[in-house]
């Protein structure tokens, strides 16, 4: 059914010719393609909210880089959205909450969705651009993980040090794992909606782990992304926590298919770390590629040895930036499909 | 000469009857009295060039507080002005500075100043605040790290990536260790002149360390701070990289005697990354200090007993939030002090 399955079976631990290659945030403003796209609709949300639009610029990455699979264009807070806390998107600033939630009682102006009703615009999406790939490559679906929507929604924007949210598993710990439950709820319900809709597999993102520590890391935040991974069985599951190198080891113990790496996270040091028993995904620092051709070579060559050629998802540690030349990005890619691991 | 040397004697793996505590930023906006003084001086800056101002605010936490040290009030990027690269504060925003550097063209603007000169206001509060303490406590005084001065020349501002201090390690390294030596040589520089004007200790804070990995820090950064401890003979010097943890290794074999930790650097793991012959300092998530004060005595012992009654001097992993309420502080401080470890 899929001409391209490089992904899947790396997810799934099976043997592959080559490390299959996608970058986080691939589908957005490094391609002129996507500006074009942005620009006609208007608004950022819009673009988000308008199926054909976000499967267009879904599948431009697939088209015009190469890569081995799509990704789902739209936002993690579409979650809170749909929950009860709208958000606005201020240009070169970044996304904002209106309103917050930082107690009991902030907590009944948010419910949880019927996501099919609220979110009915993804799962169009998804179905347009399973259409026009017909099959080239797997689609991938992703949802914010519940720490990082946490983090939104009491802070209301973002943080360099997200204290508003980290004060509250302190000093209300009781009114910190009622928010994480109910974001919980929404998010496994959200991707099983992408899963029906078509997505081959997702990735849960949280952006923000790397301001916690272990033991709250453990005691608030790993119980939601183990309901998550025990909920999707249907398709991988990447759990991808950036900058949470101290909770590595819990990660990999929750039947996910995928983890995903930052880039300070030592290949070696995270196979160690994880064991044998899943793949994983990353982790080039992504400004490498705003230096010459030779030196993406050279940095990405070190990198596949590192991992490996089996049970390696080729990506940068973290989405790519902005301004990063799409020159360079190619140039990763192609390192990536042409790479030869000694044998 | 001191009557409370608890701080110099854990840092030199001495015993000690008791953990000494003191917090990052302890002589900041958590205080009321703090604030009267930086109103009374105008600006951020007045505030850091007038000694007779610096000297007071930086002994107010030793009489309000009772903490084991003062640590001098100033600024890291004092460095970078007195080197020919001025910053001014935007209130409420941070640092920014007007003018950059980002090529070896824009070298020619930064030099290695005499610092006695350029700095002339730093030693002259340092021997108001002994002459004030009289004993009473040690000082200590402080720098920032070269790779995050370079973060700051280079990107002009904080930033969540500082993606173009990195850029340069790839794009340019002829450049990024042309700047980072001259970083060096100033900060050396800077430190003598502390000691020599009669600091007891010193810290280099490395704020930035996280943004790189285990092979870039190794390669740009360890040096200099190798070149800053084999320079520091006098006292015993601090290197604290917060949110290092891939190079908690590579700084625990530098010649410096305590190893700063952040809150997502468990103690048992760090004493067993840095061996038995460093003094661990922290490392309390400053927002435990926002909850009420069981919490706070509950995680302060906790923390106490992981890290064990020797080479261990009590901090936050970070520097106080400025909203943290004195309370919480004060508790935390008291419950180090009152701590009972079972021998």
Known sequence: MLT???????????????????????????????????????????????????????????????VDAAILFSDILVVPEAMGLPYVMDEGKGPRFPEVVRSMDDLKRIH????????????????????????????????????????YMTEGKGSKTFSVARRSLYADPAFATALMDRITDTTIAYLKLQVAAGVDMVQVFDSWAGVLDAHTYRTFVV?????????????????FAKDAWFATAD???????????????????????????????GNLDPCVLYADGATIARETARMLDAFGPQRHIANLGHGVYPDIPVDGVRRFIDTVKEHNHRK
């Open 223 to 239: 119980p939601g992304l183990k309901r998550i991974c025990e909920a999707i069985t249907e398709v991988p599951v990447t759990l």
């Open 251 to 281: 990660i990999a113990a929750l039947p996910c298919a995928t983890v995903g790496l930052d880039w300070a996270q030592d290949p070696r040091w995270a196979r160690q770390v994880v064991g044998p028993d899943r793949t994983l995904q």
């Open 4 to 66: 391209n399955d490089l992904i899947l079976r790396a997810a799934r631990g099976e043997r592959v010719e080559r490390t299959p290659v996608w970058l986080m945030r691939q589908a957005g403003r490094i391609l002129k393609e996507y500006r074009a796209v942005r620009e006609q609709a208007g608004s950022f949300i819009n673009l988000v909210t308008t199926p054909e639009l976000a499967a267009e610029v879904t599948i431009q990455p697939v088209d015009i880089l190469g």
């Open 112 to 151: 949880v969705p019927d996501v099919a009703d609220a979110l009915h615009y993804v799962p169009a999406a998804i179905k347009l651009v399973k259409q026009d790939l017909n099959g080239r490559v797997p689609l991938i679906g992703f949802a914010g993980a519940p720490w990082t929507l946490f983090c």
